[in-house]
């Protein structure tokens, strides 16, 4: 529940008012992402940069996936 000195919370919506805000050019792997609009209106999922645009996350329906930042499903809700 608590790494890095960051207690963070459960939902993406509430994570995301957590740390600071950084470019997506100064993304580093670790670092959480978030996206708009998947399921609801705003904030309502989460992934963590793995590197090369790319970002690994979950979800119910589809397990555990690897994904790019741009493009295809989750560009625009970057």
């Given at each position: 529940?608590?790494?890095?000195?960051i207690s963070?919370?459960?939902?993406?919506?509430?994570?995301?008012?957590?740390?600071?805000?950084?470019?997506?050019?100064?993304?580093?792997?670790?670092?959480?992402?978030?996206?708009?609009?998947?399921?609801?209106?705003?904030?309502?999922?989460?992934?963590?940069?793995?590197?090369?645009?790319?970002?690994?996350?979950?979800?119910?329906?589809?397990?555990?996936?690897?994904?790019?930042?741009?493009g295809g499903?989750?560009?625009?809700?970057?």
């Open positions: 529940k608590e790494a890095a000195g963070l919370p459960r939902s993406s919506s509430d994570q995301y008012g957590v740390g600071k805000t950084v470019s997506k050019d100064d993304l580093e792997p670790g670092d959480l992402v978030f996206f708009s609009n998947t399921y609801k209106s705003g904030v309502s999922h989460a992934g963590i940069y793995i590197g090369n645009n790319k970002f690994i996350s979950a979800s119910s329906s589809k397990g555990i996936k690897i994904d790019s930042l741009s499903y989750w560009g625009p809700k970057y």
